[in-house]
């Protein structure tokens, strides 16, 4: 069973910076795409940004040029530095890995942009 455990959320004033960081059991994360995805009060959850396993990203139009993912298959991480961040990314993130055997969710870290 492949567990992904996120950290690094918290509360930060905008414009302000936190990189999340997301663990997997087992070396499994260089076996396919990992995402990071957020859900807001009352919305759906939504791409933020995705890797693949030779390191293509895309980010969704929200984040672009804000925030930054990547991965280190070594040490099974994949991380997501967000930069100027703003009240509307106030969110739980999730990470989620696509692997051969199907596709595995963290249990989410909340992160809380405020004055």
């Known amino acids: 069973q492949v567990q992904l455990v996120e950290s690094g959320g918290g509360l930060v004033q905008p414009g302000g910076s936190l990189r999340l960081s997301c663990i997997a059991s087992?070396?499994?994360?260089?076996?396919?795409?990992t995402g990071w995805y957020r859900q807001a009060p009352g919305k759906e959850r939504e791409l933020v940004a995705r890797?693949?396993?030779?390191?293509?990203?895309n980010y969704s139009d929200a984040v672009k040029g804000r925030f930054t993912i990547s991965r280190d298959n070594p040490k099974n991480t994949v991380f997501l530095q967000m930069s100027n961040l703003k009240p509307e990314d106030t969110a739980v993130y999730y990470c989620?890995?696509?692997?051969?055997?199907?596709?595995?969710w963290g249990q989410g870290t909340q992160v809380t942009v405020s004055s």
């Open positions: 087992g070396s499994v994360l260089s076996w396919g795409p």
């Open positions: 989620r890995a696509d692997l051969p055997s199907g596709s595995y």
């Open positions: 890797v693949t396993t030779r390191g293509t990203t």
